[in-house]
């Protein structure tokens, strides 16, 4: 491959799925207009969404879905000693993700409820950085066919990685949107890292901050203006608390 | 300029037989906020009465008709150890109905910067070029403080103006273009009568505004106060969102990226407006920021705004439509800073020490 008169090798890659809907694979396997060029880009040694064969000889692993079970957690630490590098995708593998929600009650209750009486191994949510060292994270639920792209491009081509450090009102009001708030709903858009487009608050649904915190937000400005304008406070704690991706934050209040 | 007079109906006549020959965009209601007040953007309209011509202000300006959100500038090629630039300043005619006096002194200060320097913009003069608007005077929200800026009336800058003074519109022909067109409608000189009504018309626009922002000697307060401690009082309720920014018909500040195409054998340059209150506006290669906090991204939007440009250019570049102040979440609104920064000179104890009693 030839890009500005440099030559390039495919990137080796593996895709691996943990606790997670495989949401964020798929994204990957999706975009037709554009999945031949991607793929030609990628050597694919392991990624059961696109290919059959499987091999441990990669160089990035994409890595999907929280961490739940024991077993998942040896299986984490073979694929990164595998790997160069290593990349958490999706907010399940960023943050915690939507399973996360099980940490707020006794495993066995969980277990209990979604179950019966059937014994399942199971351990509470952790992300895959409280497992292994992570070298980049792209989160959303699901990841951003396009952000991905832009990345394995700037991979191949060893150019600077990036994501948006301001939050998604910079996008939201570039489509013109009306402000969530204005229409009286509480929206994280003003603390969540953009890049997704704004595609919730564009169709009317308030953001639940898949993408995680921006850079350097101001969280105490932003619970403020929740409540000067005297909207509910547990709505604001739910949605900060849908995807897992303000813990730190919310720990600092309490 | 020409001055002639319209009855509304032949008004919406002239309206409608424009928007059904062109691109045009014209204030829509697009939403009702939680309160019950409207709320407009320019929108694409394709009939006269898709227009409300009763609208008060839009929640976004106009500028991304001319300086968009986001523009591919170029696109290169590579082969053979080469490469090629492609550049297309094409650009559709458009018509862009009811800005009002504001929107349009927005667009008299982008082109100064972006065409009248010394290296004019060609995308936004394709564009410039292209757009053939239409203002529309209003009687000005209580928070509207153009006034102050003298941008509550414009003589320059649009193809024509509406005045309204009751059952007819009394235009300010600015182009041929506009009169042409208007030839083949009923328009007639104005009266005395029209006169009157347009001056009163004036006075009562002129003596309708419940804002009033000092601007005299600005500049030289802002310089004072670089070290005051109101900008981190600002800053630390800032949400670094940006939103100001975006709304702002003068903001033109922009981020530039060049985007590989995926098979590598092209790359895109791309534009994006930006604003200096988002974290990584003045952060350089290697990962310095040189303003890492709130407050003085804050400050020196407002140094841009009330200070540079006003001492470079000899004009702020605000021009007092207080949108900012409007769709800011953290209630930051030039009025209340501008003021703020003047309360904290007035209430100095060295400013106020009374003078020596004359013996």
């Given at each position: 491959?030839?890009?500005?008169?440099?030559?390039?090798?495919?990137?080796?890659?593996?895709?691996?799925?943990?606790?997670?809907?495989?949401?964020?694979?798929?994204?990957?396997?999706?975009?037709?207009?554009?999945?031949?060029?991607?793929?030609?880009?990628?050597?694919?040694?392991?990624?059961?969404?696109?290919?059959?064969?499987?091999?441990?000889?990669?160089?990035?692993?994409?890595?999907?879905?929280?961490?739940?079970?024991?077993?998942?957690?040896?299986?984490?630490?073979?694929?990164?000693?595998?790997?160069?590098?290593?990349?958490?995708?999706?907010?399940?593998?960023?943050?915690?993700?939507?399973?996360?929600?099980?940490?707020?009650?006794?495993?066995?209750?969980?277990?209990?409820?979604?179950?019966?009486?059937?014994?399942?191994?199971?351990?509470?949510?952790?992300?895959?950085?409280?497992?292994?060292?992570?070298?980049?994270?792209?989160?959303?639920?699901?990841?951003?066919?396009?952000?991905?792209?832009?990345?394995?491009?700037?991979?191949?081509?060893?150019?600077?990685?990036?994501?948006?450090?301001?939050?998604?009102?910079?996008?939201?009001?570039?489509?013109?949107?009306?402000?969530?708030?204005?229409?009286?709903?509480?929206?994280?858009?003003?603390?969540?890292?953009?890049?997704?487009?704004?595609?919730?608050?564009?169709?009317?649904?308030?953001?639940?901050?898949?993408?995680?915190?921006?850079?350097?937000?101001?969280?105490?400005?932003?619970?403020?203006?929740?409540?000067?304008?005297?909207?509910?406070?547990?709505?604001?704690?739910?949605?900060?608390?849908?995807?897992?991706?303000?813990?730190?934050?919310?720990?600092?209040?309490? | 300029?020409?001055?002639?007079?319209?009855?509304?109906?032949?008004?919406?006549?002239?309206?409608?037989?424009?928007?059904?020959?062109?691109?045009?965009?014209?204030?829509?209601?697009?939403?009702?906020?939680?309160?019950?007040?409207?709320?407009?953007?320019?929108?694409?309209?394709?009939?006269?009465?898709?227009?409300?011509?009763?609208?008060?202000?839009?929640?976004?300006?106009?500028?991304?008709?001319?300086?968009?959100?986001?523009?591919?500038?170029?696109?290169?090629?590579?082969?053979?150890?080469?490469?090629?630039?492609?550049?297309?300043?094409?650009?559709?005619?458009?018509?862009?109905?009811?800005?009002?006096?504001?929107?349009?002194?927005?667009?008299?200060?982008?082109?100064?910067?972006?065409?009248?320097?010394?290296?004019?913009?060609?995308?936004?003069?394709?564009?410039?070029?292209?757009?053939?608007?239409?203002?529309?005077?209003?009687?000005?929200?209580?928070?509207?403080?153009?006034?102050?800026?003298?941008?509550?009336?414009?003589?320059?800058?649009?193809?024509?103006?509406?005045?309204?003074?009751?059952?007819?519109?009394?235009?300010?022909?600015?182009?041929?273009?506009?009169?042409?067109?208007?030839?083949?409608?009923?328009?007639?000189?104005?009266?005395?009568?029209?006169?009157?009504?347009?001056?009163?018309?004036?006075?009562?626009?002129?003596?309708?505004?419940?804002?009033?922002?000092?601007?005299?000697?600005?500049?030289?307060?802002?310089?004072?106060?670089?070290?005051?401690?109101?900008?981190?009082?600002?800053?630390?309720?800032?949400?670094?969102?940006?939103?100001?920014?975006?709304?702002?018909?003068?903001?033109?500040?922009?981020?530039?990226?060049?985007?590989?195409?995926?098979?590598?054998?092209?790359?895109?340059?791309?534009?994006?407006?930006?604003?200096?209150?988002?974290?990584?506006?003045?952060?350089?290669?290697?990962?310095?920021?040189?303003?890492?906090?709130?407050?003085?991204?804050?400050?020196?939007?407002?140094?841009?705004?009330?200070?540079?440009?006003?001492?470079?250019?000899?004009?702020?570049?605000?021009?007092?439509?207080?949108?900012?102040?409007?769709?800011?979440?953290?209630?930051?609104?030039?009025?209340?800073?501008?003021n703020d920064l003047r309360m904290e000179k007035e209430s100095c104890m060295i400013c106020v020490s009374p003078s020596p009693d004359k013996t």
């Amino acid at each position: 491959m030839q890009h500005l008169g440099f030559s390039h090798n495919k990137i080796k890659i593996g895709s691996f799925d943990f606790t997670c809907c495989e949401g964020c694979q798929l994204q990957l396997a999706n975009r037709e207009s554009t999945l031949p060029a991607f793929l030609e880009l990628l050597d694919i040694r392991n990624f059961r969404e696109i290919s059959s064969e499987k091999h441990d000889d990669y160089d990035i692993a994409l890595v999907e879905g929280s961490i739940t079970r024991e077993d998942e957690v040896e299986r984490l630490k073979t694929i990164r000693s595998n790997a160069k590098v290593l990349i958490a995708y999706g907010s399940c593998a960023c943050f915690g993700g939507v399973n996360s929600l099980k940490n707020r009650f006794p495993l066995e209750e969980s277990v209990k409820e979604v179950y019966g009486e059937k014994q399942i191994d199971t351990l509470p949510v952790r992300r895959v950085s409280d497992i292994v060292h992570v070298d980049f994270s792209i989160p959303g639920c699901p990841v951003s066919k396009e952000e991905v792209e832009r990345i394995v491009v700037s991979v191949v081509t060893g150019s600077m990685i990036g994501l948006p450090k301001y939050p998604v009102c910079v996008e939201c009001k570039q489509k013109l949107n009306t402000c969530l708030f204005d229409l009286g709903e509480i929206c994280l858009g003003p603390i969540t890292r953009a890049g997704c487009d704004a595609v919730c608050t564009t169709g009317k649904t308030p953001c639940l901050g898949c993408r995680g915190p921006a850079e350097d937000i101001n969280f105490t400005s932003f619970t403020e203006l929740v409540t000067e304008k005297q909207l509910p406070v547990d709505d604001m704690n739910e949605k900060l608390g849908f995807y897992n991706c303000f813990e730190e934050f919310r720990h600092d209040k309490s | 300029m020409i001055y002639k007079v319209i009855a509304k109906p032949e008004f919406e006549k002239f309206i409608d037989a424009l928007v059904k020959a062109n691109l045009s965009y014209g204030p829509q209601q697009v939403d009702t906020d939680k309160d019950g007040n409207p709320i407009y953007q320019f929108k694409e309209v394709k009939a006269v009465g898709d227009i409300a011509f009763d609208y008060t202000a839009t929640a976004s300006s106009a500028k991304h008709f001319l300086t968009p959100y986001r523009e591919t500038l170029s696109h290169f090629t590579f082969a053979n150890g080469d490469w090629e630039q492609d550049i297309s300043y094409d650009s559709k005619p458009l018509v862009l109905i009811g800005l009002r006096p504001c929107d349009i002194s927005a667009i008299n200060i982008l082109d100064d910067v972006l065409l009248n320097e010394h290296f004019p913009s060609p995308y936004y003069l394709a564009r410039r070029k292209n757009t053939f608007i239409i203002g529309m005077d209003h009687l000005p929200l209580p928070d509207c403080f153009c006034k102050s800026l003298n941008h509550h009336t414009v003589t320059t800058g649009f193809n024509l103006f509406c005045s309204d003074i009751g059952d007819k519109y009394y235009l300010s022909i600015n182009s041929s273009k506009a009169y042409n067109y208007l030839k083949e409608f009923d328009i007639a000189d104005p009266t005395d009568e029209d006169d009157c009504k347009l001056i009163d018309r004036r006075k009562l626009i002129k003596q309708s505004f419940k804002t009033d922002v000092e601007v005299t000697g600005l500049p030289s307060f802002l310089d004072i106060e670089f070290d005051s401690p109101i900008w981190t009082k600002w800053g630390d309720k800032c949400l670094n969102c940006g939103t100001c920014a975006m709304v702002c018909p003068t903001c033109y500040c922009y981020n530039m990226e060049d985007r590989p195409d995926i098979d590598l054998k092209g790359s895109s340059r791309q534009k994006q407006l930006y604003s200096c209150n988002l974290v990584d506006f003045a952060e350089v290669a290697g990962g310095h920021n040189f303003r890492p906090k709130n407050g003085d991204r804050l400050k020196y939007r407002y140094y841009h705004h009330y200070l540079g440009f006003a001492e470079n250019d000899n004009q702020p570049i605000c021009v007092g439509c207080n949108r900012c102040g409007r769709a800011c979440l953290a209630d930051i609104n030039p009025k209340d800073v501008i003021n703020d920064l003047r309360m904290e000179k007035e209430s100095c104890m060295i400013c106020v020490s009374p003078s020596p009693d004359k013996t």
